[in-house]
């Protein structure tokens, strides 16, 4: 097989770009697999606000190379596309974690008028992406892979899955066939648990829906045992159509873990993970203590805030804004976090030395508590160790390992695709 010319969208510091091209930098000793002849070609970037907040561009350009990476807003990029006034180059594949949003069209449109997005909902920049490509040849964009949380598959609260069928409906209407899957990374034995899901769409392919949710690409990439049982959801033809009608009054989601789409239909099922490799956990990652700087210790008057915010809690608390009193209860979390098991989710705002619930403390041998630090977050997520080491602060580095993948996940899902 020759090259698979690969377009990154959404793409923060390059989780997809290294977990499929891999990377070799022998002086700093990083020595990332490819998994397959991939080369990405065009990548995007913007985080929405002032030039200070592009770190994460700058991260991808240090990495990549000067030019790699197009830090515009993708909707003004698309604009030019569009009108034939920005050059994109043609791809094989399209890639990208896309921000989770409300997918919803923004007013009620006549089906004839087709479906609008609206602005910002970032969803609609991709299907305009695949539209472009495919304006320009059939042969583009046969290959595609998303990332998003597994949350999902079962927004919006009211309308329990529209937004995923929404999505289904689009890359249907496309001409694509599509498999998705909700990977929780720790249970593949990488050192964080990581929920979400991976959405692979081929075009022209012609499945068996049911039997290619054990031996589709997802299912090579993450073997499962097989589903105790399947169901079929048909997905509206139109992404209008969708938006107004799908699941009014459904309490679930009809979406599962695992899933099929053929034509308009999709296939279904619970999953059992079947892995009998190698765990990795936390503590694989910890760099020695004598590298860590001091204000990653916490200082002993402060353990009892982060105590309290770690711990179970059931209160009278008062909206300061409107006066209402309500009760608030919440469960303890594990303090500190366990080294000898994968870590819990890291989030954005990993970073700062502010006591949070969510950040992760570990206590070390000689009973001190620390934060985790940066080169830390970086290999929780597979990335080699100091690679958003390029000029942002930690708080920066932190934000930008929040927003990230495990890399190990495209990587194994891109060697599936090969095969
Ligand atoms: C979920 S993160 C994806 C991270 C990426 N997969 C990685 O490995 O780092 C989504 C990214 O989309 C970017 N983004 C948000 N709005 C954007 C826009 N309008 N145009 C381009 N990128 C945008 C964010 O800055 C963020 O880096």
């Given at each position: 097989m020759g090259?698979?010319?690969v377009?990154e969208?959404?793409?923060?510091?390059?989780?997809?770009?290294l977990g499929l091209?891999?990377?070799?930098?022998?002086?700093?000793?990083?020595?990332?697999p490819?998994?397959g002849p991939y080369r990405?070609?065009?990548?995007?970037q913007?985080?929405?606000?002032?030039?200070?907040?592009?770190?994460?561009?700058?991260c991808?350009?240090?990495?990549?190379?000067?030019?790699?990476?197009?830090?515009?807003?993708?909707?003004?990029?698309l604009?030019?596309y569009?009108?034939?006034e920005?050059?994109i180059?043609?791809?094989?594949m399209?890639v990208g974690g896309?921000?989770?949003?409300d997918y919803?069209?923004?007013?009620?449109?006549s089906?004839?008028?087709g479906?609008?997005?609206?602005?910002?909902v970032?969803?609609?920049?991709i299907y305009?992406?695949?539209?472009?490509?495919?304006?320009?040849?059939e042969?583009?964009a046969r290959?595609?892979?998303?990332e998003?949380?597994d949350r999902?598959?079962?927004?919006p609260a009211?309308?329990?899955g529209r937004?995923?069928?929404?999505?289904?409906?689009?890359?249907?209407?496309?001409?694509?066939?599509?498999e998705?899957?909700?990977v929780?990374s720790?249970?593949?034995?990488?050192?964080?648990?990581r929920?979400?899901v991976y959405?692979y769409a081929?075009?022209?392919a012609s499945?068996d829906?049911?039997?290619r949710?054990?031996d589709?690409?997802m299912a090579?990439?993450?073997?499962m045992?097989p589903p105790e049982?399947i169901?079929?959801?048909?997905?509206?033809a139109d992404?209008y159509e969708?938006t107004?009608s799908?699941?009014?009054?459904?309490r679930?989601?009809p979406?599962?873990?695992?899933g099929?789409?053929?034509?308009?239909?999709?296939s279904?099922?619970?999953v059992?993970?079947r892995y009998?490799?190698?765990?990795?956990?936390?503590g694989?990652?910890?760099?020695?203590?004598?590298?860590?700087?001091?204000?990653f210790?916490?200082p002993?008057?402060q353990?009892?805030r982060?105590?309290?915010?770690?711990?179970a809690?059931?209160?009278r608390r008062?909206?300061?804004?409107?006066g209402?009193?309500?009760s608030?209860?919440?469960g303890a979390m594990?303090?500190p976090?366990?080294?000898?098991r994968?870590?819990?989710?890291?989030l954005?705002?990993?970073?700062?030395?502010g006591p949070s619930?969510?950040?992760h403390?570990?206590?070390?041998?000689?009973?001190?508590?620390?934060r985790?630090v940066p080169?830390?977050?970086?290999q929780l997520q597979g990335f080699?160790?100091g690679?958003?080491d390029?000029?942002?602060?930690?708080?920066?580095?932190?934000?930008?390992?929040g927003?990230a993948?495990?890399v190990?996940?495209?990587?194994r899902i891109?060697?599936?695709i090969l095969?």
């Amino acid at each position: 097989m020759g090259e698979i010319r690969v377009a990154e969208l959404f793409a923060g510091v390059g989780g997809f770009r290294l977990g499929l091209e891999g990377y070799s930098d022998q002086a700093r000793g990083w020595d990332l697999p490819a998994a397959g002849p991939y080369r990405t070609v065009w990548a995007n970037q913007w985080e929405p606000g002032t030039d200070r907040r592009q770190f994460a561009a700058r991260c991808y350009e240090a990495r990549f190379g000067e030019g790699s990476v197009v830090n515009e807003d993708i909707d003004a990029v698309l604009d030019e596309y569009e009108a034939g006034e920005r050059e994109i180059p043609d791809v094989d594949m399209v890639v990208g974690g896309f921000p989770c949003q409300d997918y919803s069209v923004a007013r009620p449109l006549s089906q004839a008028a087709g479906i609008e997005g609206k602005k910002g909902v970032l969803w609609w920049d991709i299907y305009r992406f695949l539209r472009i490509q495919l304006a320009k040849s059939e042969g583009n964009a046969r290959y595609c892979m998303f990332e998003n949380v597994d949350r999902l598959l079962k927004s919006p609260a009211r309308q329990r899955g529209r937004d995923f069928a929404i999505i289904l409906s689009c890359l249907a209407s496309l001409g694509y066939s599509v498999e998705w899957r909700v990977v929780n990374s720790a249970e593949y034995g990488f050192p964080q648990r990581r929920k979400r899901v991976y959405i692979y769409a081929e075009r022209g392919a012609s499945w068996d829906a049911d039997g290619r949710l054990t031996d589709g690409v997802m299912a090579r990439a993450f073997p499962m045992e097989p589903p105790e049982g399947i169901s079929h959801v048909e997905i509206p033809a139109d992404p209008y159509e969708a938006t107004q009608s799908f699941n009014i009054g459904g309490r679930t989601s009809p979406f599962l873990e695992a899933g099929v789409m053929v034509g308009n239909v999709a296939s279904t099922c619970a999953v059992t993970e079947r892995y009998g490799g190698p765990r990795a956990t936390l503590g694989d990652v910890l760099v020695p203590d004598s590298e860590v700087p001091p204000e990653f210790y916490v200082p002993p008057e402060q353990v009892p805030r982060w105590e309290y915010l770690k711990g179970a809690k059931r209160e009278r608390r008062v909206n300061k804004a409107t006066g209402f009193e309500y009760s608030y209860s919440e469960g303890a979390m594990a303090f500190p976090d366990p080294t000898d098991r994968p870590s819990r989710t890291i989030l954005t705002g990993e970073g700062g030395t502010g006591p949070s619930r969510f950040k992760h403390v570990i206590a070390r041998p000689d009973g001190r508590l620390r934060r985790l630090v940066p080169d830390e977050l970086d290999q929780l997520q597979g990335f080699p160790r100091g690679w958003t080491d390029t000029g942002m602060t930690d708080g920066q580095r932190a934000f930008c390992m929040g927003n990230a993948l495990v890399v190990g996940i495209p990587h194994r899902i891109g060697r599936a695709i090969l095969e």
